[in-house]
Every structure is written in C-alpha cells, then in structure tokens.
C-alpha cells in the first residue's frame, strides 16, 4: 500500500535529484532525465518505453532538430577569472548555442550576453533552437559590474544528427478507453517550470498502478515541449487512435509551488477533462480559471484543429505569470512538498471521480424510507438537516440522466461528498448505475 500522505515528500526528493541536468529539446540531459523517471516507477512494474526519432525527420509541419551536446561554457576575464561558468548553474549558457571561442571587448561582449531587464538580481533562461547562435546568460547586475576590458567567450558544444526522445507509460485498465498525463522535460535547472511535472506524473504513475481495480486505461506521456508532443502525435496511429479511446487528458505543468491552483481550459470548454478539473479547482481556496487563449504548454498541441483532444492543462502558479518563471529563481525553494502533495491529491481526486463517475437511477419509486436503513436521523437537531437535505437532493436526481459532476453542479456540493452518498444508497440496494 502506498502511503499517499507521503507523495509530497517523495516528489520534491525526485525533483531535486533530476534538477541539476542540462536539459534541452534533445540530449543526454533528456536522456538521464528518462532513465531516473523509469528508475523511480520500477517499484510499481510499469514499463516506461523510451523512444527514438531521428535528426532531419518530418513531423507534420515541423521537422526534428539536430540533437545538442555540450561540455563547457564561460566567459573568462584578462586575468584568467571566470566571470560566469556553466559548472556553476546551467542557466549561464544560451541553450543550443553554436561553439565559440572568442576574445572580444566589453562592447562586443555585451551583444552575446541576455540579461533579464526588469529582475535585475536574476539569471534568465533563453534558448535558440531553431536558429544557429551562441549567447550566455547572467544577471544584469553583474553584465553592469564588467569593467572594459578583454573578455574570452568560450562554448565547447555541437550540433548533430542525432534523435529526439520522447517516452510512455501505460497501465492497462478493465476497458481501452484511456485517460492520459503528459508532461515534459526539455528545460535546464528550473524547479516548478520543469521538474515538478514530471515527478507529479511519475508519482501518480506507482500511485495508480497500485490500485487494485481501474476501469480506465491510464496512459503516461513524457515530451519536450512543443516539438516533443507534435512528434508523439506525429508517429504510428496516435492521433486516430486517442481520437478513439481518450475521455480525458491533463497537461501536468509547474505543479510543485504552493501559491495557487490553476487550469486551462480546451478550446471550447466543453470536455469532460474541462468539467471534472473545473469541479475539483472551484473548490480550492485559491483557484484561477485560463480560457484556452491563454494557453502555452502541450494543450496547444493536443487541442489543434484536427487533433481535437479532450486535453486540459493543470498547474498551481500558470507558467509565465509568477515572477520566478524562465529565471534562476525557480529553483528547489520555489517549490515544497506541501506544494508537491496539493498537487497530488487534485489529481488523485480527479482519477477517484472519473473512475467512478456514471449516471445513477433511484430503483425504488418514491422517496425510499430512509429511516429504517439507518439513513435517516431519528433526532432533529441543527445541522442535521443540512446533511438530510442533502441526501435528499442527490436521491431526487438520480434520474438515469445526471453523472456525478452533474449532481455536484446541481446540489451545489463536491462529488467526494455525493460519493459518499451514493455509495451508502448502493450498499442498500437503493440506487444503480446506468
């Protein structure tokens, strides 16, 4: 039995070990990346299947990028003293930046060197995939601290023909219709933006796979952003296949903070992913509620005209509009197991209602006589009645036509105290599934 007080704990421990890699879109970064994350959900026997897609291959509009390797990055002073290094934090280097090596004055230095403008203490993240450059990153106020001078620019990197990773996991279920996670992995040393998904997916990966009965398929998808998840829609049937089979999808992204929840929706809202996360946030104390425009992260793949999935995105802080995003400051103190476990237990209650979620139908006609089943108090006091009343609500619209979620929307209670409900209904052989 897993303890899952204890998911908290665990993830952030997960996320720490896997937060120094030097990720990017391709690498040996992805790589070790994969191989801790297939390491962590051995203990459940579920299979992660790595897979590889070549330099040059075409995927849909997009083609797959030459792979990137790097060894050293810094930028070294007249003196011999490193201004900035690579070995300190992987933040310093521009990602996919060419090889240099280079001495330039001040001034030239400068144009090679990003800066964070209004957060003036921090180092940011930028990148340059899909254009050849080099570049180097540091906080503003050490670009001001430079005094003229001779300043040796040095990268140690290449660009390949290599592969693109990508990996799934799936936990079979009693039918092939599929709920699906997917998360990514293609970001250097950031903790919330990049490492708190794939622990919160890894997490629920052993959580899941111990569970003694499930009714869903339940299938696991680990990306870099963007290219990563055009390709997984790119290969074999995917597209038609989850087209088919996936009820319900959920983008995990930047879900280890602890400041808020958030979610955002499909295009159009109207998915059974959109109505089962909708119902669960609203009852947080501090929820915001995306429209699909302002979206960001693998949902804008997954809801593309064509594709068309029923996928939404999860987060606590939304990326890009907490201060710490894409900087040096979402590191492991940005994030907490208490953030971690919120985390946790929104998706678990989740993966609880739609493993339960059906439409009742009442089997008696009539209000069924409550009392003598031990359903019904026998003494009147406040705040009974609120409770029976309840009860009463749910029986009433057990029609054969509300699920779960309708219910909740309808009594205006969550679905964990409607379950609650049906279930001492069911053991009394008062109501059944439709």
Request: net charge negative; proline share 4%; glycine share 6%.
């Amino acid at each position: 039995m897993i303890d899952m007080s204890g998911a908290g704990k665990r993830m952030y421990e997960f996320a720490s070990r896997i937060f120094p890699y030097n990720r990017s879109i391709t690498g040996e970064g992805v790589r070790q990346t994969l191989k801790d994350i297939s390491d962590h959900i051995s203990i459940s026997d579920t299979k992660l299947t790595v897979y590889e897609v070549p330099s040059g291959t075409q995927v849909f509009d997009w083609t797959v990028p030459r792979e990137w390797a790097i060894r050293k990055a810094y930028i070294e002073d007249e003196n011999g003293e490193h201004v900035i290094d690579m070995k300190d934090t992987n933040l310093h280097v521009l990602g996919y930046s060419t090889p240099v090596d280079r001495w330039v004055d001040l001034e030239e230095l400068k144009k090679h060197v990003y800066v964070e403008e209004d957060q003036p203490d921090l180092i940011p993240y930028v990148t340059s995939y899909y254009k050849e450059r080099y570049g180097f990153c540091m906080s503003k106020n050490m670009l001001d601290s430079l005094k003229p001078g001779r300043y040796h620019m040095y990268i140690d990197s290449e660009l390949f023909d290599g592969v693109l990773n990508y990996a799934e996991a799936i936990i079979p279920g009693d039918t092939d219709e599929e709920i699906m996670f997917s998360t990514y992995f293609c970001h250097p040393s950031m903790a919330d933006n990049e490492c708190s998904g794939p622990s919160l997916a890894a997490e629920l990966i052993n959580t899941i796979a111990a569970m003694p009965k499930r009714k869903y398929t339940y299938r696991f998808v680990f990306v870099p952003e963007t290219i990563g998840s055009i390709t997984y829609l790119s290969q074999g049937d995917h597209v038609e296949y989850l087209k088919k089979h996936l009820k319900a999808g959920f983008v995990l992204s930047c879900v280890g903070d602890d400041n808020h929840y958030s979610m955002i929706h499909t295009r159009y809202s109207d998915t059974l992913a959109d109505r089962v996360l909708l119902n669960v946030l609203k009852y947080k104390e501090n929820f915001i509620e995306y429209d699909f425009k302002k979206r960001g992260s693998d949902e804008r793949q997954y809801n593309a005209p064509g594709v068309d999935l029923p996928v939404v995105c999860f987060c606590r802080s939304k990326f890009g509009e907490f201060p710490e995003y894409h900087t040096s400051a979402d590191d492991m103190s940005f994030v907490s197991p208490e953030g971690f476990q919120g985390a946790f237990d929104t998706m678990m209650e989740v993966v609880n209602i739609l493993e339960k979620n059906a439409r009742y139908r009442m089997k008696v006609l009539c209000e069924p006589q409550l009392g003598k089943r031990g359903l019904y108090s026998d003494i009147s006091r406040k705040g009974i009645y609120d409770t029976i009343l309840i009860q009463r609500d749910v029986i009433s619209y057990c029609d054969g036509k509300n699920d779960l979620l309708d219910l909740s929307e309808r009594i205006g209670v969550d679905v964990p105290e409607i379950i609650e409900i049906i279930d001492r209904l069911k053991e009394h052989d008062l109501v059944e599934e439709v």
